[in-house]
Structure formats: structure tokens, C-alpha cells
């Protein structure tokens, strides 16, 4: 059954899980809007398209502690603190779920993990595409798990979809209603990807458009860095200055750093930026796609977005003849 | 299970092989497969994919070539110091599969390392095989390891050995390990391969397989990649959609030759 929340009833469920949970939500800054930690209904700013950076971050940080250590005794920390996500986009919640699939496998990652179970989803409806958006092509504009809530805004107020048992404890109270309004969602979407366009991908592993593209690119990283699946690191120990105890913790690495394919004798798979480049859209849109049978980019283009020469994934796809 | 987690075993012997090239036997029963790999860590220093290099019940032994920070500090450890492992990772070889045929061996330099545990696992099964041929090639005489291991084996096995470059001592042959196969001059029958080394060795070790007439599916390859876990999680080692420390290390080479940059 659907609840309807007043758009008034927002702000005091808001406040209400500010009591007991951390809550990240969207926040305004300048001319994006970010992730972020907030206290009270007041900070947020639900008035975007997409955040400019995913939620990645909150499950993934950029630098997280896999134990410290001193002597030979190890000792580990996870963040077992609750936490709420709101306002998340589908194709974000989309997103965890790629990154699911990669870290709750057979060899579960109890960090991500803990996370992942201590961290209600309240997920928002689109009501716009953007200009980048061509989430619609892999079907990632709808969700049907992964989330908490899901809310979509109409004239009468916040529509409320239950996605789970915790869900449900929480429109369990007096400021939602049931409801049989079936809201329309009708997006116009700019850009696509076709089944057509995969195809001609896969048969164009090699062809002169990665280099003439990756001439372009900088190795920022910054696609990888935003890309809400990109989930890749490194490890590094941390000494401190007893030279015994210390830390081994793992930070946020990226397949467009030449060093990502470096083996012993310093010899490198992917030296050149070509290289790496195609193996970004290969794994995107090919090689995750082989092995979990599910597309792993989401389509919310943040990676040309917040590229700086604006290599665009979605136009290299169109020129493959 | 926190996979991240390494466990700490003693070392119980080190041995030299070359300047820089050390065997460290670690003290520890776990069941693992030849061409499988270990996480193996130094506190402080780091952890780094090493593969084992022996098959046996009450120890593994780990072949380490000084050409890294872990590796470093890897080879300065001393007998009754510990060593954090965790794993085996990944399929190694199919020795199963592989029974009942002639196992041919190629290794260059320290992909020596992970097809010592196939010779070992031979010699210990070796009624269900119907024979071994060994060809190793090395840098040179002074790159060679195992010495006396490669000197025992060849009382019982064909075992050709070659050095790119020989010294006033050096009696053996002198050339690429591929020349020492096309001069074997064999065929491809009931012969399985087992192949490791540096990837331009590989390359030719296959182009030269492919003249003496053997097909894709008769060869396995080891292949090497930076990995920061171990788990299929990190992507360091991904490559054309697989991961080599889960997939691999070791792939037949049907599918090995899809896996490029």
C-alpha cells in the first residue's frame, strides 16, 4: 500500500530521523549540489536534477582503515554508526546496487558490508532528466529494490513506496496516510545508449577512436572519482613513528592513473592513456555487464559531466561506426 | 570473515638463490592447489601477491625476488621471524584435468616459482601421469634457481636448461628458452603445457608451441598482475573482463589469449 506525506509532514519526518540517525542529504553549494552530513531539515536543498558527486563515499571513503596494528597484535574498527541517505537518486541507489554485487560476494567486505546494513535508503524520484542523463537506456530511472522509501513528489504531496520491513516501521506514524494515487513520471531524456550502440562497442576493441579520444584525456580521474560504481583501490600500510604500530588502510584508486596496471620491474599494461581510457568504458559497459549479466554504469553521466576536456562516453559510443 | 586480515606463521627456513632472489619456507598447513597465490604482508612495509612455489602438507614455500618495497623487506626477514599470509587465492593449475598426460614444463626466471609446485605435485602423483619435460631458461648462470633441485629432477625427467647469456664457466646451452623448444622438435601429443614467465617470453613460448602444432586448449598460462586484495574487489588485476586473482592466476590459454590491454 502507498502512503501519501504532506508536503508540510516532510520537515517534521525529517527532524524526526535527525533524532536518531546521521543523516545525508543534499546540500547547496554555490551551483552544485552535494552529499553531506546535515543536522536539520533546513540545510538540505531537494530543489536539484543529480548531486554532483554520488554517495560513494559514505559506503566507499576515500580513505578507509582496514585494521591498525601493533607488534603483531591487529585490531579492527568498523563503522557501525546508523545512518540515513535521503534524497538519493534512482539511478544512484541503482549504483550501491552494482557495487553490491562486487563487494558482497562469496569474499564479503564486513567494512562496506556494515555500512551498507547500518544505512537506510530514502530514495527520490526524478522529476526532470538532465542535460547528461541517459539513465532511462539501461533502465535505471526506475527502481524496484535497493531502497527503504522511495518518495516521488506530486501536487498532493510526497508519495511514498515501502521497499523493506524498516521501510515500513517508518511511515508507521501519523504524518503518512494511505493513498491510491499512482504518480506519472514522464522524463524526456537528451541522451542514449542502444543495444546497438553495446554491440558495435564490443566489436571495437580496437580502433583508432581510443586513441584520437584519450588525446584529450588529463589522467585526473576525475570520471572515476565521481562515478557512482567505480568502486577500485589500493592498499598502503602507514607506519608510525614508534616504527612498530601503524595502520593498513585503503584508498580510493583509479584505472586512468598509469600506475593502476603497474607490476614488479616497473612494467605497466595500460601505459598508454588509450588504454586505459577503453578499458574505463569496457569495464562499464562490457566486462561487469559478462560477469554479472547487469550493467554496471548507470547512466548518470557524471564522468563527462566532470571531465575537464569532456570526453563523453555517450558521443565516443555514437562515432563507432 | 574478514578476508583482509592477515595471519602471522614462522619462517622456518631461508635460503639464497641468487643475489637477489630468496626462498622463504613458512610453517603453516593449509590445503592449497600449485599456481595458486598467497596475500603475503609485512607489517608496515605492506602486502603483495606472491604465488606458491612448492605442494606440500605442513608448509608452503614462497620464491621472492627483491624488486619491491614488500619483496624487500620480505627478503631481510630472518628464520623464526613471522610473516602474515592469508589466502590460497584463485585456481591454479588443474592438476586433475591435466592427469594422464605429458606434462610439459616452461618457466623463465621467477616464473620459476609457481611451476615448481606442478613438478612437486607430479612427483608425488606420479602414477597418474605419464611423464614430465622441463624447459627453463634464465637471464643468466648466476639467475639460476633451484640449482640443485633442477640438477635432481633431471636424473628423472627431461630437463633442458638455458641461460640468454653464458659466462666463462657456463657449459649448458646458451639462448632463449624458445629456442631450446623448437629444437625439442616434439609433437603435441597426450602433452599438456604449464607455462610461466615474463609476458614477452610468454608470447613466444606460444608462437613457438603453435609451430610445433599444439592447440590453444593444450596450454596453461600464469599471468601476473598488481592486486591490493586478493578478493576480486580492488580491480587492480582486471583485465578483459576477468579478474586474475579469482579467474586466475592460472587460465588455459583459449581464454588467456581474449585477456588484453
Same mark, same amino acid.
Given at each position: 500500500?502507498?502512503?501519501?506525506?504532506?508536503?508540510?509532514?516532510?520537515?517534521?519526518?525529517?527532524?524526526?530521523?535527525?533524532?536518531?540517525?546521521?543523516?545525508?542529504?543534499?546540500? /547547496?553549494?554555490?551551483?552544485?549540489?552535494?552529499?553531506?552530513?546535515?543536522?536539520?531539515?533546513?540545510?538540505?536543498?531537494?530543489?536539484?536534477?543529480?548531486?554532483?558527486?554520488?554517495?560513494?563515499?559514505?559506503?566507499?571513503?576515500?580513505?578507509?582503515?582496514?585494521?591498525?596494528?601493533?607488534?603483531?597484535?591487529?585490531?579492527?574498527?568498523?563503522?557501525?554508526?546508523?545512518?540515513?541517505?535521503?534524497?538519493?537518486?534512482?539511478?544512484?541507489?541503482? *549504483?550501491?546496487?552494482?557495487?553490491?554485487?562486487?563487494?558482497?560476494?562469496?569474499?564479503?567486505?564486513?567494512?562496506?558490508?556494515?555500512?551498507?546494513?547500518?544505512?537506510?535508503?530514502?530514495?527520490?524520484?526524478?522529476?526532470?532528466?538532465?542535460?547528461?542523463?541517459?539513465?532511462?537506456?539501461?533502465?535505471?530511472?526506475?527502481?524496484?529494490?535497493?531502497?527503504?522509501?522511495?518518495?516521488?513528489?506530486?501536487?498532493?504531496?510526497?508519495?511514498?513506496?515501502?521497499?523493506?520491513? /524498516?521501510?515500513?516501521?517508518?511511515?508507521?506514524?501519523?504524518?503518512?496516510?494511505?493513498?491510491?494515487?499512482?504518480?506519472?513520471?514522464?522524463? /524526456?531524456?537528451?541522451?542514449?545508449?542502444?543495444?546497438?550502440?553495446?554491440?558495435?562497442?564490443?566489436?571495437?576493441?580496437?580502433?583508432?577512436?581510443?586513441?584520437?579520444? *584519450?588525446?584529450?584525456?588529463?589522467?585526473?580521474? *576525475?570520471?572515476?572519482?565521481?562515478?557512482?560504481?567505480?568502486?577500485?583501490?589500493?592498499?598502503?600500510?602507514?607506519?608510525?613513528?614508534?616504527?612498530?604500530?601503524?595502520?593498513?588502510?585503503?584508498?580510493?584508486?583509479?584505472?586512468?592513473?598509469?600506475?593502476?596496471?603497474?607490476?614488479?620491474?616497473?612494467?605497466?599494461?595500460?601505459?598508454?592513456?588509450? /588504454?586505459?581510457?577503453?578499458?574505463?568504458?569496457?569495464?562499464?559497459?562490457?566486462?561487469?555487464?559478462?560477469?554479472?549479466?547487469?550493467?554496471?554504469?548507470?547512466?548518470?553521466?557524471?564522468?563527462?559531466?566532470?571531465?575537464?576536456?569532456?570526453?563523453?562516453?555517450?558521443?565516443?559510443?555514437?562515432?563507432?561506426? | 570473515?574478514?578476508?583482509?586480515?592477515?595471519?602471522?606463521?614462522?619462517?622456518?627456513?631461508?635460503?639464497?638463490?641468487?643475489?637477489?632472489?630468496?626462498?622463504?619456507?613458512?610453517?603453516?598447513?593449509?590445503?592449497?592447489?600449485?599456481?595458486?597465490?598467497?596475500?603475503?604482508?609485512?607489517?608496515?612495509?605492506?602486502?603483495?601477491?606472491?604465488?606458491?612455489?612448492?605442494?606440500?602438507?605442513?608448509?608452503?614455500?614462497?620464491?621472492?625476488?627483491?624488486?619491491?618495497?614488500?619483496?624487500?623487506? &620480505?627478503?631481510?626477514?630472518?628464520?623464526?621471524?613471522?610473516?602474515?599470509?592469508?589466502?590460497?587465492?584463485?585456481?591454479?593449475?588443474?592438476?586433475? &584435468?591435466?592427469?594422464?598426460?605429458?606434462?610439459?614444463?616452461?618457466?623463465?626466471?621467477?616464473?620459476?616459482?609457481?611451476?615448481?609446485?606442478?613438478?612437486?605435485?607430479?612427483?608425488?602423483?606420479?602414477?597418474?601421469?605419464?611423464?614430465?619435460?622441463?624447459?627453463?631458461?634464465?637471464?643468466?648462470?648466476?639467475?639460476?634457481?633451484?640449482?640443485?633441485?633442477?640438477?635432481?629432477?633431471?636424473?628423472?625427467?627431461?630437463?633442458?636448461?638455458?641461460?640468454?647469456?653464458?659466462?666463462?664457466?657456463?657449459?649448458?646451452?646458451?639462448?632463449?628458452?624458445?629456442?631450446?623448444?623448437?629444437?625439442?622438435?616434439?609433437?603435441?601429443?597426450?602433452?599438456?603445457?604449464?607455462?610461466?614467465?615474463?609476458?614477452?617470453?610468454?608470447?613466444?613460448?606460444?608462437?613457438?608451441?603453435?609451430? &610445433?602444432?599444439?592447440?590453444?586448449?593444450?596450454?596453461?598460462?600464469?599471468?601476473?598482475?598488481?592486486?591490493?586484495?586478493?578478493?576480486?574487489?580492488?580491480?587492480?588485476?582486471?583485465?578483459?573482463?576477468?579478474?586474475?586473482?579469482?579467474?586466475?592466476?592460472?587460465?588455459?590459454?583459449?581464454?588467456?589469449?581474449?585477456?588484453?590491454?
Amino acid at each position: 500500500m502507498k502512503k501519501l506525506l504532506k508536503k508540510d509532514g516532510l520537515r517534521q519526518f525529517f527532524n524526526g530521523l535527525t533524532r536518531k540517525y546521521a543523516i545525508i542529504a543534499p546540500v /547547496k553549494k554555490k551551483d552544485i549540489h552535494v552529499f553531506e552530513k546535515v543536522n536539520s531539515f533546513d540545510e538540505i536543498d531537494l530543489n536539484f536534477i543529480n548531486t554532483a558527486y554520488p554517495v560513494k563515499s559514505f559506503f566507499l571513503p576515500v580513505y578507509q582503515e582496514l585494521f591498525s596494528f601493533n607488534g603483531g597484535k591487529i585490531n579492527v574498527k568498523t563503522d557501525n554508526s546508523k545512518k540515513v541517505v535521503f534524497g538519493i537518486r534512482p539511478c544512484d541507489v541503482n *549504483a550501491l546496487l552494482v557495487i553490491d554485487r562486487i563487494f558482497l560476494d562469496e569474499y564479503e567486505d564486513p567494512y562496506y558490508k556494515a555500512r551498507r546494513n547500518n544505512t537506510i535508503i530514502i530514495a527520490l524520484s526524478c522529476t526532470e532528466a538532465g542535460e547528461n542523463c541517459f539513465c532511462e537506456s539501461f533502465g535505471t530511472n526506475k527502481l524496484t529494490k535497493g531502497f527503504d522509501l522511495l518518495l516521488t513528489k506530486t501536487k498532493q504531496g510526497y508519495v511514498v513506496e515501502t521497499g523493506s520491513e /524498516k521501510g515500513k516501521q517508518l511511515v508507521n506514524s501519523k504524518l503518512f496516510s494511505n493513498t491510491n494515487i499512482e504518480p506519472k513520471i514522464e522524463l /524526456k531524456f537528451k541522451k542514449h545508449i542502444t543495444e546497438n550502440d553495446l554491440n558495435k562497442l564490443k566489436q571495437n576493441f580496437e580502433n583508432p577512436i581510443w586513441e584520437e579520444e *584519450a588525446k584529450k584525456c588529463l589522467s585526473c580521474t *576525475a570520471c572515476t572519482s565521481t562515478c557512482p560504481t567505480c568502486p577500485c583501490f589500493f592498499v598502503r600500510d602507514e607506519t608510525n613513528l614508534d616504527l612498530k604500530s601503524g595502520k593498513r588502510y585503503r584508498y580510493w584508486a583509479s584505472c586512468q592513473l598509469k600506475n593502476f596496471s603497474k607490476v614488479a620491474g616497473d612494467a605497466f599494461f595500460r601505459k598508454e592513456r588509450s /588504454k586505459r581510457l577503453k578499458h574505463r568504458i569496457f569495464h562499464q559497459l562490457v566486462y561487469y555487464k559478462d560477469k554479472f549479466n547487469s550493467q554496471m554504469c548507470v547512466g548518470c553521466g557524471r564522468c563527462f559531466t566532470n571531465c575537464p576536456t569532456k570526453i563523453n562516453m555517450v558521443e565516443i559510443l555514437g562515432k563507432i561506426k | 570473515m574478514n578476508q583482509y586480515i592477515p595471519k602471522f606463521y614462522k619462517i622456518i627456513k631461508k635460503k639464497q638463490h641468487t643475489n637477489d632472489t630468496y626462498l622463504l619456507r613458512v610453517k603453516v598447513s593449509i590445503p592449497y592447489e600449485p599456481g595458486q597465490f598467497f596475500q603475503v604482508s609485512v607489517l608496515n612495509i605492506g602486502e603483495a601477491p606472491i604465488s606458491v612455489c612448492s605442494y606440500q602438507k605442513d608448509y608452503i614455500d614462497l620464491n621472492v625476488r627483491d624488486v619491491g618495497s614488500v619483496t624487500h623487506a &620480505l627478503c631481510n626477514l630472518k628464520i623464526g621471524d613471522k610473516v602474515g599470509i592469508r589466502g590460497p587465492y584463485g585456481h591454479g593449475y588443474p592438476m586433475e &584435468l591435466m592427469k594422464g598426460n605429458n606434462i610439459i614444463i616452461i618457466a623463465g626466471g621467477t616464473g620459476f616459482s609457481p611451476v615448481r609446485g606442478v613438478v612437486e605435485y607430479i612427483e608425488q602423483h606420479s602414477q597418474d601421469f605419464k611423464g614430465m619435460k622441463m624447459f627453463f631458461g634464465f637471464r643468466t648462470p648466476d639467475d639460476i634457481l633451484f640449482r640443485d633441485e633442477i640438477e635432481n629432477w633431471s636424473k628423472k625427467f627431461e630437463v633442458n636448461l638455458t641461460v640468454d647469456k653464458g659466462d666463462d664457466k657456463w657449459k649448458g646451452k646458451v639462448g632463449l628458452v624458445t629456442k631450446i623448444l623448437e629444437d625439442s622438435k616434439m609433437n603435441n601429443q597426450n602433452k599438456v603445457v604449464v607455462t610461466c614467465g615474463p609476458p614477452i617470453m610468454i608470447k613466444f613460448v606460444i608462437l613457438t608451441l603453435k609451430k &610445433l602444432g599444439f592447440n590453444d586448449d593444450q596450454i596453461y598460462v600464469s599471468l601476473e598482475r598488481m592486486m591490493s586484495c586478493g578478493i576480486q574487489k580492488c580491480g587492480n588485476c582486471l583485465v578483459g573482463g576477468k579478474y586474475v586473482c579469482k579467474d586466475g592466476p592460472v587460465f588455459n590459454y583459449k581464454e588467456a589469449k581474449f585477456l588484453v590491454d
